[in-house]
């Protein structure tokens, strides 16, 4: 059974760090885009970031413009998790972040083959 399991959230202040993880199991993790979608109250999930599918080592990752020089997302195939590493966070940042697996590139919310239930993520102004 496919499960994603997320960790890490919490909170922190304007201008601190975060690190999410994301544990998959009950599937071929190589074989999927991971990604990271956040909701924030009131508000649309949006996508966050992604990090392209991976036979070996070798993976791409792209990014929303809104995070694009602070966040960075990496995956591990010898663990089957796929990080967040936040820096340099503001209050906008606030939501709920989830992690989402797809056997094809992930563009936004809809159609994503799996989610996780979603870790809390606030930053104080």
């Known amino acids: 059974q496919v499960q994603l399991v997320e960790s890490g959230g919490g909170l922190v202040r304007t201008g601190g760090s975060l690190r999410l993880s994301c544990a998959a199991s009950g599937l071929t993790f190589t074989s999927y885009f991971m990604g990271w979608f956040r909701q924030a109250p009131g508000k649309e999930r949006e996508f966050v970031a992604a990090?392209?599918?991976?036979?070996?080592?070798?993976?791409?990752?792209y990014y929303a413009d809104s995070v694009k020089g602070r966040f960075t997302i990496s995956r591990d195939n010898a663990k089957n998790t796929v990080d967040l590493q936040m820096n340099s966070l503001k209050p906008e940042d606030t939501a709920v972040y989830y992690c989402?697996?797809?056997?094809?590139?992930?563009?936004?919310?809809?159609?994503?083959?799996?989610w996780g239930q979603g870790t809390q993520v606030t930053v104080s102004s």
């Open positions: 989402a697996a797809d056997t094809s590139r992930i563009k936004s919310s809809s159609g994503v083959n799996y």
């Open positions: 990090a392209s599918w991976s036979g070996s080592s070798t993976y791409y990752t």
